[in-house]
C-alpha cells in the first residue's frame, strides 16, 4: 500500500489490462464519503431508507432507464454504501477508442486513449 499526502492509499481493485465497457456482469460497490450513514438505518434487522435512502434507491433503477445496454440484477441499498450487479449488455456498447500507431503525430495528451471518454464503459455508468 502506498502513501499519498501522508495518508495510506487504497490499491485500485480494477483488474490490471481489463477494458471496462466489455459485455460482463459487475458486481459493484458505491462508498459516501467517510463512510455516513446518509441512506438510512437498520432496524430489527431490516434497512429503512430515509428520503436521501429512497433518491439514491431511484437513481439506482433509472440507470437502466438511462442506458439500454444495461440490465440490473439484485442490489440493496445500505446506510452508508450501495451493492448492485450491473450488467452491460453487448450489442448497444458503444466506445471511442482508437489505436493510434505514431505518438509523435500528436500533440499532448491526444494519444493517451486512457484520457478519452468510453461512453457506457462501467465508470460512465457509475458517474
Known sequence: ???????????SAR????????????YVTINTQHHIEYFGTIVDGKMVLNELGIIANKEWLKT????????????????NHIHGIIII???EVETHRVRLENKNDFVG???DASLRIVRNCLSDIIR
Open 1 to 11: 500500500m502506498s502513501i499519498f499526502k501522508n495518508t495510506f492509499r487504497i490499491e
Open 15 to 26: 483488474l490490471k489490462g481489463w477494458d471496462y465497457s466489455t459485455p460482463w456482469w459487475y
Open 64 to 79: 437502466k432507464e438511462l442506458r439500454k445496454n444495461v440490465d440490473l440484477d439484485y442490489y440493496v441499498v445500505m446506510p
Open 89 to 91: 449488455n453487448g450489442s
Open 109 to 111: 495528451d491526444a494519444f
